[in-house]
């Protein structure tokens, strides 16, 4: 089983959709959680943290159940430039990144 | 620039050659990993150092690979005798402290013909 997993993609959205992004890790002892951004041929950049008791940041949600080792990433009214590869990272002593979801958003 | 800063951002070799890599971390950070990068794929962790001690290395990192950070700042990752699966994208990033986020310099692209 891989350290980190995601849905495999890609998401093909038109602008103003919601979309939801899925991630399970495999080591209960993970203590922190992130969502990167990479754009394509760039290096990747943190999106968000995620929190315990979920966190928000204008359109964009992030949810942590640690009993059933799940993260989420939720993105409201979607925009052109939400287009991207989305990461989902479980940091044990060093990052687990996984595969990443490739998403687009269409006029 | 205060940022993660990589050398080279491309580099092009021949298999059987030695390649080295420059990372030069954020300044104050104690942490340094090196990932490396193919398509599609999400970056795959290599190693750490916390200041000069490196504290992990993946089983990626066979005994081709060597990384160092003598002094606590800069790290090279050294490619011995490369392959073509060599190639890739390696992204170095720095961290403050072991939870904090990782800030990723723009990578060196390798490509072994």
């Known amino acids: 089983r891989k350290e980190v997993e995601q849905d495999p993609g890609p998401f093909n959205v038109p602008e103003g959709a919601t979309v939801a992004f899925n991630c399970t890790y495999s080591?209960?002892?993970?203590?922190?959680f992130f969502w990167y951004r990479q754009d394509c041929r760039k290096e990747p950049k943190l999106l968000m943290s995620v929190y315990s008791s979920g966190n928000e940041d204008g359109r964009f949600t992030a949810q942590l159940n640690r009993a059933s080792q799940y993260i989420s990433l939720l993105i409201r009214d979607s925009k052109l430039s939400d287009s991207a590869t989305y990461l989902c990272v479980v940091n044990e002593r060093g990052m687990r990144f996984g595969a990443g979801t490739r998403l687009t958003v269409k006029p | 620039d205060t940022g993660v800063s990589q050398n080279p951002r491309h580099k092009i070799t021949k298999r059987g050659q030695n390649v080295t890599f420059r990372c030069d971390p954020i300044?104050?950070?104690?942490?340094l990993y090196w990932y490396r990068q193919t398509l599609g794929q999400g970056p795959e962790f290599l190693t750490y150092f916390q200041n000069e001690a490196q504290l992990e290395k993946s089983r990626l990192l066979s005994d081709r690979f060597s990384a160092e950070r003598p002094k606590g700042s800069f790290s090279t990752l050294e490619i011995q005798r490369t392959e073509q699966g060599d190639s890739a994208m390696y992204l170095c990033?720095?961290?403050?402290?072991?939870?904090?986020?990782?800030?990723f310099g723009a990578g060196t692209r390798l490509s072994v013909l």
């Open positions: 300044s104050e950070h104690n942490r």
């Open positions: 990033a720095s961290s403050l402290g072991g939870g904090d986020r990782q800030y």
């Open positions: 080591n209960s002892a993970s203590q922190s």
